[in-house]
T-cell receptor, first 112, second 115 residues
């Protein structure tokens, strides 16, 4: 089975740095995705990790440790528009290997 | 980039009627389409996976006779909610795998309200 855990809510200050953690236990692993979702909208892609280590893309970075079943999304220089839900999703192996399993999402509130 | 157009964005229907949601891939061929449902403050739950020209594979607990999925062409997949009830009110989103990449592209979602 698939189990993905992330904090429900977080609050951070504009201009600061925030780290959103994700832990997973899955029957197979073929990559981890982070998505941003504003209320009532579809998710938008932020990052993808399949190998251990840090992937940096502008203000956003994502880290993966496959041995620990752990990932985090790091947001730097927070802006008000970063207030959204952040979804961690894992792609499995085998039959249905293209399917993504999503965590419940972390609602991030950026305050002035 | 690869774009999936989803319509309608919002629909209100009466209990007992059917609603069709369309997802079209605009500039690529969507071999595989995923359909998700999202309840308020919940994450995306996969309902079914459809492959062009074949029957959809439904997740456990999803009634295939209630949620009819058709993927007759490489650019169009539809989800029909039959005999809708208020508990079917939700946000439905489609997503296509973009072949040749590791990524997926999502439709903009459909907010279904059954009254």
């Amino acid at each position: 089975g698939q189990n993905i855990d992330q904090p429900t809510e977080m609050t951070a200050t504009e201009g600061a740095i925030v780290q959103i953690n994700c832990t997973y236990q899955t029957s197979g692993f073929n990559g981890l995705f982070w998505y941003q979702q504003h209320a009532g909208e579809a998710p938008t892609f932020l990052s993808y990790n399949v190998l251990d280590g840090l992937e940096e893309k502008g203000r956003f970075s994502s880290f993966l440790s496959r041995s620990k079943g752990y990932s985090y999304l790091l947001l730097k220089e927070l802006q008000m528009k970063d207030s959204a839900s952040y979804l961690c999703a894992v792609r499995g192996l085998g039959a249905g290997s293209y399917q993504l399993t999503f965590g419940k999402g972390t609602k991030l509130s950026v305050i002035p | 980039g690869a774009v999936v157009s989803q319509h309608p964005s919002r629909v209100i229907c009466k209990s007992g009627t059917s609603v069709k949601i369309e997802c079209r891939s605009l500039d690529f061929q969507a071999t595989t389409m995923f359909w998700y449902r999202q309840f308020p403050k919940q994450s995306l739950m996969l309902m079914a996976t459809s492959n062009e020209g074949s029957k959809a594979t439904y997740e456990q607990g999803v009634e295939k006779d209630k949620f009819l999925i058709n993927h007759a062409s490489l650019t169009l997949s539809t989800l029909t909610v039959t005999s809708a009830h208020p508990e079917d009110s939700s946000f439905y989103i489609c997503s296509a795998r973009v072949e040749g990449t590791y990524g997926y592209t999502f439709g903009s979602g459909t907010r279904l309200t059954v009254v």
